[in-house]
């Protein structure tokens, strides 16, 4: 037997017993753990070594890791943790998971140094104050090898059944073959490149149409590749819950002959969304699932390791077998997996879980980003932050005990910030940081409150507590790559509210290092044109390859007309409502069935569709709402039948832009009436400003690049299979701009 194991991920499976606890919390980041470590290992006296690298053996079963630090006068071990709030109120099983691993690691060193004995300690950093608690025994060699051993015991059986599946699922890959006769042309070239990506090591951006099977083109290459390239894990990463059924749909078709059951797969979802029990707190005395959960995790885990493809259904049915909290148990699972497929914010969040495991157990992965034009704005989303002034003057009404004059010192600053303002908006460069001092403080009494009392804390001074939390951990990383600005708006008795926000405008330094971290990431999507726009943005590193493959479309399948005659410009959008409304007429009666038409806004797509159902009341027609629920969009979509006819109005950017799939005479049509730039507003106008200086193209950088790459998704609803005809008619004056059409897929060709 050789295989290998991280200490932590051996004392995390044999020392943890009890409650799910999160009352012990908010923990600090990850930045935060690695500045804490740093500033003890500064305090320690000259010789002290820091990161030790480590390794021991027992029964073939290899135990790897690095231990915090080490003195060799003292001749002391040390397992240094950060944390937040009072210490006497750490539950009990995560004490003892800490002392496992300072144990382990004390075995180690004996063992490496040839010690006969060893002071073990805990050392605790509370970040707030700075202040340290180190908590120290000393051990014989001997009793720590017995702990060592006891430890490689309970494990010993989980890693053999882990070698022995190991070994299974690489004969099964090796031997996996493509599930259809031959792959088409254009994904054959997508495989054989991503192929060569993680082969050598290198990212890979690739353009590919729809139609040419990218899911499928991309799994079944990095799958041939994990034995060959030694991976650990394999991530798929999609930006919606369509994206990961289709990864979950194309994997299933890779195994349906059964010739790879060896392969474990698992779906993470949203914590709210795999929540059994919504309404409790996620420990012990709350939640019947957290009672005694580490007790029942060992059965739950050998039941779900049993199920090779973990899906959500299938997840929540082993976990309510055994009575154990879904989303944790998927939370465990995601160490004893292969593939596990889920959002992006599992992977390049400032707190992501699979980017932290992998960097914990030393995983080598390759990673899949599906509809990676999507990863630019949502990266955006994950370093960004917002308060909003109206919440905290509920609270303050609200007179929570203890917090009367912190709020009252916070709303002080906050009303600092824009007194002297003049416009409703106003950016700037520099933090605010007598504002930022006074919200240290407010966060600093609720965490205390919530240490000496966590059941009396309020739900709005929770709430708060953590958007405060959040805005604070943001402006740690805030430099020239953010936006710090004021929005302002007048409130009830003349008083004016702001809300704050810290904008990222280029995510590029926040997501770069996780690109590298990998062994290979491939980006795909239908729309990664320009390449420099997602490169720059994305923080793509230097030696990444770049494939656009050929569209398998035929030019005479798509019927692309511009209509430059008309201008959807907003000082001439109320003159463009005949005309558009009778090119949709005149398209239909020509050709009638089904089509999609696309707007700027909720406003326009409503004066256009009114004035349609005046002048042509026979011709059918349906329209998105705002704040359209899941079950108003099914609905919305299932008027789309086979040989129907109809008009459904939608906005350009939104749920029916993309992701949408409405093969054959379902679809034959789309009308775009907008060139999809976003709104001209001061936001905008600031991230122009700040990619202007940037890159030296602000302008194609926050407005064009976005607004096209609109169009040509909602523009690729149209045709989705090798037998789709259909029409496209681009409507607005600068659709037949040269530097416009050249970013247009290179098969379309102009009525």
């Not at 950093?125 to 309970?154: G, K, M, N, P, W």
């Not at 708060?464 to 600005?485: K, N, T």
Request: hydrophobic share 40%.
């Amino acid at each position: 037997m050789s295989y290998t194991v991280a200490v932590r991920a051996l004392c995390e499976f044999s020392a943890k017993v009890g409650d799910l606890d999160l009352r012990f919390t908010p923990s600090p980041t990850a930045q935060e753990g690695i500045a804490g470590h740093r500033r003890v290992v500064a305090r320690r006296a000259a010789g002290y070594e820091a990161e030790v690298a480590l390794e021991g053996e027992y029964q073939g079963l290899r135990v790897r890791g690095r231990a915090d630090g080490y003195d060799p006068a003292g001749n002391r071990l040390e397992e240094i943790k950060t944390h937040r709030g009072d210490l006497a109120r750490q539950p009990d099983n995560h004490r003892q998971l800490h002392w496992a691993q300072a144990k382990v690691y004390g075995w180690l060193l004996c063992q490496a140094r040839q010690l006969s004995d060893i002071e073990v300690a805990l050392v605790y950093l509370d970040i707030d104050s700075d202040s340290q608690t180190v908590i120290s025994e000393r051990y014989s060699a001997a009793d720590l090898q017995q702990f060592f051993h006891t430890q490689c015991q309970r494990f010993l059986a989980w890693a053999r059944a882990q070698e022995q599946r190991l070994a299974e699922r690489d004969r099964g890959l090796q031997a996996l073959a493509f599930p259809y006769p031959a792959l088409r042309h254009g994904q054959r070239q997508l495989a054989e490149t991503l192929y060569k990506a993680v082969s050598t090591g290198r990212c890979l951006m690739a353009q590919a149409s729809t139609g040419i099977g990218k899911t499928l083109g991309t799994l079944f290459p990095l799958l041939k590749a994990v034995v060959p390239q030694q991976l650990d894990k394999l991530y798929f990463l999609t930006a919606k819950t369509p994206g990961r059924a289709l990864a979950l749909d194309a994997l299933r078709q890779l195994t349906r002959d059964g010739t790879q059951p060896a392969l474990r797969t698992l779906e993470l979802i949203a914590r709210d969304k795999a929540c059994e029990y919504p309404e409790n707190a996620c420990h012990g005395e709350s939640c019947p699932l957290a009672k005694g959960f580490y007790d029942r995790l060992p059965a739950a885990r050998e039941a779900a390791a049993a199920v090779p493809l973990l899906d959500r259904a299938a997840l929540r049915e082993v976990a309510l077998a055994h009575q154990v909290c879904p989303y944790y148990l998927g939370q465990e699972m995601a160490r004893w997996v292969d593939l596990l497929v889920a959002d992006y914010n599992y992977y390049f969040d400032a707190h992501a879980l699979l980017f932290g495991l992998a960097q914990a157990n030393q995983w080598r992965t390759a990673v899949l980003v599906d509809e990676a034009h999507n990863l630019v704005e949502r990266g955006r989303q994950m370093y960004s932050a917002s308060l909003d002034q109206g919440q905290l003057q509920a609270l303050r009404q609200a007179k929570p005990m203890g917090l009367g004059s912190a709020l009252d010192r916070l709303n002080r600053q906050w009303n600092a910030l824009y007194k002297a303002q003049v416009a409703p908006y106003q950016a700037g460069e520099q933090l605010p940081e007598a504002f930022l001092r006074a919200l240290a403080q407010c966060i600093g009494l609720i965490q205390e409150r919530m240490n000496q009392a966590p059941a009396e804390v309020e739900p709005k001074v929770l709430e708060f507590f953590y958007q405060a939390l959040q805005f604070s951990r943001i402006a740690e990383l805030f430099d020239e790559h953010f936006l710090f600005d004021i929005s302002q708006r007048n409130a009830p008795r003349g008083r004016r509210l702001a809300t704050l926000c810290l904008r990222n405008v280029v995510p590029a330094r926040l997501l770069g290092p996780r690109m590298s971290a990998a062994r290979s990431v491939t980006l795909f999507s239908a729309t990664l044109n320009p390449r420099h726009y997602y490169s720059d943005l994305l923080g793509m590193p230097a030696d990444t390859a770049w494939l656009e493959v050929a569209a398998p479309f035929r030019a005479e399948q798509l019927e692309v007309r511009i209509v430059s005659e008309v201008s959807t410009r907003y000082q001439q959008r109320q003159a463009s409502l005949a005309p558009i409304v009778e090119l949709i007429a005149a398209q239909y009666a020509r050709q009638p069935g089904n089509y999609l038409a696309f707007f700027s806004s909720f406003e326009y797509l409503e004066q256009v569709a009114r004035l349609l159902a005046e002048r042509h009341p026979g011709l059918p027609q349906w329209r998105q709402a705002p704040g359209m629920d899941e079950a108003g969009r099914e609905a919305f979509l299932a008027r789309f039948v086979a040989d129907g006819q109809g008009i459904g109005f939608a906005v350009l950017g939104g749920a029916f832009g993309e992701g949408v799939d409405l093969p054959g005479t379902r679809l034959i049509g789309a009308f775009v009436a907008t060139l999809g730039l976003p709104q001209v507003n001061p936001v905008n106008e600031q991230f122009k400003q700040r990619l202007g200086r940037q890159f030296g193209a602000g302008f194609d950088y926050a407005y064009l690049y976005p607004g096209v790459r609109k169009v040509i998704q909602a523009a690729g609803r149209v045709i989705r299979g090798d037998q789709d005809r259909g029409v496209l008619l681009l409507i607005d004056e600068r659709f037949a701009e040269p530097r416009v059409r050249q970013m247009f897929p290179s098969w379309w060709r102009y009525a």
